[in-house]
Nanobody, 119 residues
Framework: QVRVVESGGGLAQPGGSLRLSCTVSASRFRLYAMGWYRQAPGEERELVARITMSGNTNYADFVKDRFAISRDSADNTVYLQMNNLKPENAAVYSC?????????????WGQGTQVTVSS
């Protein structure tokens, strides 16, 4: 059984910060990478940031130098530190986990957490 639990969304003022976290627990699941995606109303879901368990990261251009993704491999947890938030950053942010069960590649999604940026 797989559980992907997210936390940390909410309301921030423009220029403010939020920190999202996501923890995955699953039997026989070998974790390879974790990432955060966002979906705004009327828009398609898009990558925000992704990190492999070896520490390689990639970011969407619109968050570079403002957001930082990190991981705690021991706890299968990924964090997204979001600084200098802008109203256009508001969206539902979802955690995605990639890995294998046996020889099969699988990925799992969290339930999503709302980020609102407003004064």
């Amino acid at each position: 059984q797989v559980r992907v639990v997210e936390s940390g969304g909410g309301l921030a003022q423009p220029g403010g910060s939020l920190r999202l976290s996501c923890t995955v627990s699953a039997s026989r699941f070998r974790l390879y990478a974790m990432g955060w995606y966002r979906q705004a109303p009327g828009e398609e879901r898009e990558l925000v940031a992704r990190i492999t368990m070896s520490g390689n990261t990639n970011y969407a251009d619109f968050v570079k130098d403002r957001f930082a993704i990190s991981r705690d491999s021991a706890d299968n947890t990924v964090y997204l530190q979001m600084n200098n938030l802008k109203p256009e950053n508001a969206a539902v942010y979802s955690c995605n986990t990639e890995g294998t069960i046996g020889d099969t590649m699988v990925d799992y999604w969290g339930q999503g957490t709302q980020v609102t940026v407003s004064s």
